[in-house]
């Protein structure tokens, strides 16, 4: 069965730049989540979506952030004008709506923001 | 706000050492306890937990919740040098996000 899928896995761009990461959930998941690792902060939730609807983005660090759901099969991370403390391990993860057990996390995109 | 500690923050043992990882939480409305297991890529699934005292077991290791005190501890016997990643703990307060501790990072020396 294919898991999370995200990409890209590794993205290194210049300050200022746009950057943007995309998500595949399982399918059949219903609830969607972002979460950014850092060696300082650890695994923070940045927005979770149910049934395509962002349900709580108050995790966004800031405006530069922004997340969208079209579809059940596909969502996007989206930071404008990126900075250097952006730099962080970027997960996508998913699990059946209502489900109150684990998340099945993606592979993580790793961003580098020089 | 939802807070989740681990303890220690990192640890060094020798193969065949028998460690102990602590995990304490405050959480609304909790629902459960999970750890996970991360070796330089996305975190792994090894248990959830909703019950006080039930112990959860797979191989070497094994884990307990205790409601009353929001505590939770992971064991690992005879440990190998495989063993070797940061062990996350997380708390669920229903349909919402888990709420991460920052890990332990275990390191297990031949």
């Known amino acids: 069965d294919a898991g999370v899928i995200q990409s890209p896995r590794h993205e290194v761009t210049e300050m200022g730049q746009e950057v943007t990461l995309r998500c595949k959930p399982i399918?059949?998941?219903?609830?969607l989540f972002w979460y950014r690792q850092t060696m300082m902060r650890g695994l923070e939730l940045l927005i979770y979506f149910n049934n395509n609807v962002p349900i709580d983005d108050s995790g966004m660090p800031e405006d530069r952030f922004s997340a969208k759901m079209p579809n059940a099969s596909f969502s996007t991370l989206k930071i404008q004008p990126s900075e250097p403390r952006d730099s962080a391990v970027y997960f996508c993860?998913?699990?059946?709506?209502?489900?109150?057990?684990?998340?099945?996390f993606g592979e993580g995109s790793r961003l580098t923001v020089l | 706000e939802d807070k989740v500690v681990q303890s220690p923050l990192s640890l060094v043992v020798h193969e065949g050492d028998t460690v102990t990882l602590n995990c304490s939480y405050e959480?609304?409305?909790?629902?459960?306890l999970l750890w996970y297991k991360q070796e330089k890529k996305a975190p792994t699934f090894l248990f959830m937990l909703?019950?006080?005292?039930i112990e959860k077991k797979s191989g070497r290791l094994s884990s307990i919740l205790d409601k009353k005190e929001l505590f939770s501890i992971l064991n690992i016997t005879a440990t190998q040098t495989g063993d070797s990643a940061v062990y996350l703990c997380?708390?669920?307060?229903?349909?919402?996000?888990?709420?991460f501790g920052k890990g332990t990072h275990l390191i297990i020396q031949p």
């Open positions: 399918s059949g998941h219903n609830s």
């Open positions: 959480v609304t409305n909790f629902r459960s």
């Open positions: 909703t019950s006080s005292g």
């Open positions: 993860a998913s699990r059946p709506e209502g489900f109150t057990g684990e998340l099945f």
């Open positions: 997380a708390a669920g307060g229903g349909a919402d996000g888990l709420t």
